[in-house]
């Protein structure tokens, strides 16, 4: 399984430092030193997204970040509570998904994920 060029053209286009890695016959791209808000317990973060062999006709459903995150003051973020190993890593699960009517096949992929992934580590520093 690989990486749709689109995808990967989008990445490297937005200076992303990225690889992928199949595990459990998934595709997981990994996006390392991804920048966060402020407002959580760092500054960056390693993104996992883990695309089902349906993609890019079906959306991803959630994401996984090291290292784990809180609110800036300690607080517990939403639905991140539970932690699975991939990669022989253990990953923080933010656990996001859309409505199914939000993905549009053949215009969305890893870019506009991206920006909802934003929108939600936005609101989690607010």
Same mark, same amino acid.
């Not at 937005?14 to 890695?21: E, L």
């Not at 390392?32 to 407002?39: E, K, Y």
């Given at each position: ?5 689109? %995808? $990967? ?10 690889? =992928?890695?199949?595990? @459990? *016959? ?30 890019? %006709? $079906? ?10 995150? =809180?609110?800036?003051? @300690? *607080? ?51």
């Amino acid at each position: 399984m690989m990486l749709p060029p689109d %995808d $990967a053209e989008f990445l490297s286009r937005a200076g992303y430092t990225w690889r =992928t890695f199949e595990e @459990g *016959g998934t595709l997981n791209v990994e996006v390392s030193n991804f920048p966060l808000p402020d407002g959580l317990s760092a500054k960056t973060v390693t993104v996992l997204f883990r695309l089902s062999p349906g993609y890019p %006709d $079906a959306p991803p459903d959630m994401w996984w970040v090291i290292p784990h995150l =809180t609110t800036a003051g @300690g *607080g517990v973020i939403q639905a991140t509570e539970s932690l699975e190993i991939y990669d022989g890593r253990t990953w923080q699960r933010w656990s996001r998904h859309l409505d199914p009517s939000s993905w549009k096949a053949g215009v969305d992929g890893l870019e506009s994920y991206i920006r909802l992934l934003r929108t939600e580590l936005t609101a989690a520093a607010a």
